[in-house]
T-cell receptor, first 108, second 116 residues
């Protein structure tokens, strides 16, 4: 079993829908990251969090340390949100343990 | 420049040749990472530099791979005697190096390496 599991693996939705991507981990962590990889390959860090909730524009990330679970939400989704969303965790060091990614497609 | 830059953006080489990939991190970032991403796969950690400390080379897949970093600036990843399985996108990231490297990483655009 992978230490970081993401679900769903693939997600297709219509423009405007509320999107939720989940990340569960089985190890103790010091921080959790959400990243976005566009079809062209570029990777952008969206959030780094160790507790609570963070919001940036239409993106919201939450983490529940007790349940070892994090969610990434996208409100009012748009085709430009189409990308692979990756969850990764620090285990007290610089090395990240990576989830397999969730491929999101938003149809107009 | 404001971001991490990498060069070349694309490299096509013949099997057995050596290649050198370059990464220019964000100025002031003490931490630098190299990753490899094969087609359709996730990121694979290769090497980590932090300031003047000895680099963590634990992710390098073979002794054909090596990397250097000059102080806290440019880094080069060298692959000797390239093999077809080395074909991948090589990504560089830098971070401020806070909290023992547990901080936000800023990624370059990658170098797409194709070994024929």
């Amino acid at each position: 079993k992978n230490e970081v599991e993401q679900s769903p693996q693939n997600l297709t939705a219509q423009e405007g829908e509320f999107i939720t991507i989940n990340c569960s981990y089985s190890v103790g962590i010091s921080a959790l990251h959400w990243l976005q990889q566009h079809p062209g390959g570029g990777i952008v860090s969206l959030f780094m969090l160790s507790s609570g909730k963070k919001k940036h524009g239409r993106l919201i990330a939450t983490i529940n340390i007790q349940e070892k679970h994090s969610s990434l939400h996208i409100t009012a989704s748009h085709p430009r949100d189409s990308a692979v969303y990756i969850c990764a965790v620090n285990r007290g060091s610089y090395q990240l343990i990576w989830g397999a990614g969730t491929k999101l497609i938003i149809k107009p | 420049g404001a971001g991490v830059s990498q060069s070349p953006s694309n490299k096509v080489t013949e099997k057995g040749k050596d290649v050198e990939l370059r990464c220019d991190p964000i100025s002031g970032h003490t931490a630098l990472y190299w990753y490899r991403q094969r087609l359709g796969q996730g990121l694979e950690f290769l090497i980590y530099f932090q300031g003047n400390s000895a680099p963590d080379k634990s992710g390098l897949p073979s002794d054909r791979f090596s990397a250097e970093r000059t102080g806290e600036s440019v880094s080069t990843l060298t692959i000797q005697r390239t093999q077809q399985e080395d074909s991948a996108v090589y990504l560089c990231a830098s971070s401020p190096g806070l909290a023992g490297g547990q901080d936000t990483q800023y990624f370059g655009p990658g170098t797409r390496l194709t070994v024929l």
